[in-house]
Structures are given as structure tokens and as C-alpha cells.
């Protein structure tokens, strides 16, 4: 079983649960382009709103994604958090937001394979 879709995922419902304080935290640390001196910082600050939303995961979700930003705090560098173009992050990430609602409202197709 492939463990890092799971854990993006989950990454992302903990992001998504405060949507502002999440775009917050993402513009003070100028995500994705983490500054060389502040991944350590940054990712103590993920721990923490992890802690913070642990009801949100089922348990085990939660110990593993806990222990990924435990490693991730201790490594010298960050591919994908150093060096990156800054992308431009609104506020309230409302445009992402209504564009989600929108693809959720369209109908799921089935698809049979026949012989």
C-alpha cells in the first residue's frame, strides 16, 4: 500500500478544516518557498495544528503523520519547501474553495468493461 497519498491527504484535511488560519500560515511562511533558516519552524507549527485538529483523523492517520513531521523537522533540507517559484496564495482561498463545491457537484460515472 502506498502511504504518501494517504498522509497528503490527510495533510490536506487538517490544512482545510480553517481555511484562513491555514492560508496564514502558508503565506507567513511564503510557501512554497520556505526560507533556508525557517523549515524547522515551519513544520512545528504543522505539528502543532495537527495536534490541535487530532480529532479530525482517525488514529492511526494521526501517529503517522505525526511521525513524518517529526523526520521532516530534523532533516538539513526540504526538497519542494526551499527554493521554489512563489506562487500567489489568496487569503481565504475562496476561489479554490468554490471551484471544489463545483467539481463535487458533478455526477460520477461508472464505467463497465464488457468482453
Do not use: C
Not at 482545510?16 to 496564514?24: L, Y
Not at 474553495?97 to 463535487?104: E, F, G, H, I, Q
Amino acid at each position: 500500500m502506498m502511504i504518501a497519498p494517504i498522509l497528503k491527504n490527510d495533510l490536506y484535511t487538517i490544512l482545510r478544516d480553517n481555511v484562513g488560519m491555514s492560508a496564514n500560515l502558508l503565506g507567513q511562511y511564503t510557501y512554497p518557498d520556505v526560507e533556508h533558516d525557517r523549515p524547522a519552524a515551519f513544520i512545528a507549527e504543522l505539528r502543532d495544528l495537527l495536534e490541535i485538529q487530532r480529532q479530525l483523523l482517525p488514529p492511526f492517520n494521526f501517529q503517522m503523520l505525526k511521525g513524518l513531521l517529526q523526520i521532516a523537522a530534523e532533516l538539513d533540507a526540504l526538497p519542494y519547501l526551499e527554493d521554489e517559484p512563489p506562487t500567489f496564495l489568496s487569503t481565504d482561498l475562496e476561489t479554490f474553495t468554490s471551484n471544489a463545491s463545483l467539481y463535487s457537484k458533478i455526477p460520477r460515472t461508472s464505467w463497465t468493461l464488457r468482453r
